[in-house]
């Protein structure tokens, strides 16, 4: 029922809000473009509140939603990170985004792509995959079957 | 670093699912509100439907209990605030009623009798449109329209609690977006209850003698399928009950708000034209009934068309709002 959830991990906030990140330009065109889809109901925008906090910058990040980590995240974080060989603050974002059903992604990190998740990709990147539906839309952010739905 | 994460191909991949313990404590959730779901059928078919508030509220809690097992202290915390803006909703809707027969406050506005009878019969050409119906269909037996108009009278109790209790537990984003708009209607109801006290058409037979004689008895055709209405002791605390609560139509407005809240996200046309069909049968039933006036009807829409309206104007500028703040800093950078 919810319009698709995309999550904003840290690196791409971390682009977001510094100017001297490689990144900066590219992540400020994506989120643009997700920010117009969120107020047209086409996204729901999530970022890791730890995340959040770190960067210290409510007005830049006012349209994303917290996803607050509980200790039974950070258990079974711990227990992915403990038998494999995932980091334990990637493991956090792992669980959270299975807990909460999201199945796309904004970042910058290359880890994430080696997971059954949509990485969001700048528009001029994806100009093909525009939904005809929707020609305004832009690319990167053209809502996609199978796109993860937060489910509270 | 490349801007765009390239995506592997599938087979590199792998399944969150397949790495990412598996939450036990939903399976239990699921498997509790499945156990809740068939003791209330049983409940249900053995001891009546619950149908009074407090009873309701009860089933209502026991099935948020299992569905939050498990659930992180924060969306408990979140669990007890939204439970006592529920409990209060109710309760000032209950209180307010009271009000309209000057036993809280002892507030009184005149009784409205006269005027609602001559709105309808205005709309239908000088005719009242409760003595139509019973004239017509009323009969001492029961027929399969007085079940249908019985069932749907009654859904009014449990029908929006159902839902708010399926959101509550699966979705909280919409639970809240349903719950505003819910609030606002009862809010807005109780006000127009207070300064607009309304007899509806069985007391305005009955007591004012303005219509012709119609009979009242809204749970015949629901008892005639061999169902009860479930009534606890605790119904006393309900002895606030206003007759005069005529105007507007709740039962109106909560049969009109459940179809028309999931309507976008029915698609074939001819989909959203049944569910719509709800309310109109409400209606239809709450007039045939005696219960209500077809002003009274209209206006509980009316309501609902108002909340929707408003709730959807608020939220969509919320949503604006934060993007200009966004935009704004995203400049200042």
Known sequence: ?152 | MSVVADKPTLDHRVALGAVVPVDVWRIVRLAAMGFYVVIMLWWFRTQGMVWERISVAVALGVFLLCAFIGKPLREWGRLAFDVSFYCAMWYAYETTRGAADGKIFGIKFPLQVDSVRNIDRVMFFGNDPNTVLQSHFWESSIRWYDKVASTTYMTHFFLAPIVMGALWATNHRQFRRFLKRFATVLGVGCLMFIVMPTAPPWMAAKNYHIIDPIVRNSSRGFSAMGFKAFTHGWQNSLDWGNAVAAMPSLHASFALIVPAFFLPWLKPLWLKAVVLVFPVVMLASLVYLGEHWVIDGLIGWALVGGSFWSWNFFERRQRRNRAQRSYAALAAL
């Open chain 1, 1 to 152: 029922m919810n319009p698709p959830s995309v999550l904003l991990d840290f690196s791409f906030l971390t682009a977001l809000a510094n100017t001297t990140n490689p990144n900066h330009s590219g992540a400020v065109t994506i989120f643009s473009a997700l920010v117009d889809d969120f107020v047209e109901q086409r996204c729901l925008l999530f970022a890791r509140a730890d995340n959040l906090a770190a960067l210290a910058n409510p007005d830049l990040f006012a349209p994303i939603d917290k996803l607050h980590i509980a200790g039974q995240h950070r258990n079974a974080a711990a227990e992915l990170a403990g038998r494999t060989e995932i980091e334990i603050d990637l493991a956090i974002t792992l669980v959270l985004i299975q807990r909460h059903r999201i199945r796309r992604i904004a970042s910058f990190d290359d880890h994430l792509a080696r997971y059954d998740v949509d990485i969001v990709q700048r528009p001029s990147a994806a100009s093909n995959v525009v939904a005809p539906e929707s020609p305004s839309v832009p690319a990167a952010t053209a809502l996609e079957p199978g796109a993860g739905q937060l489910s509270n």
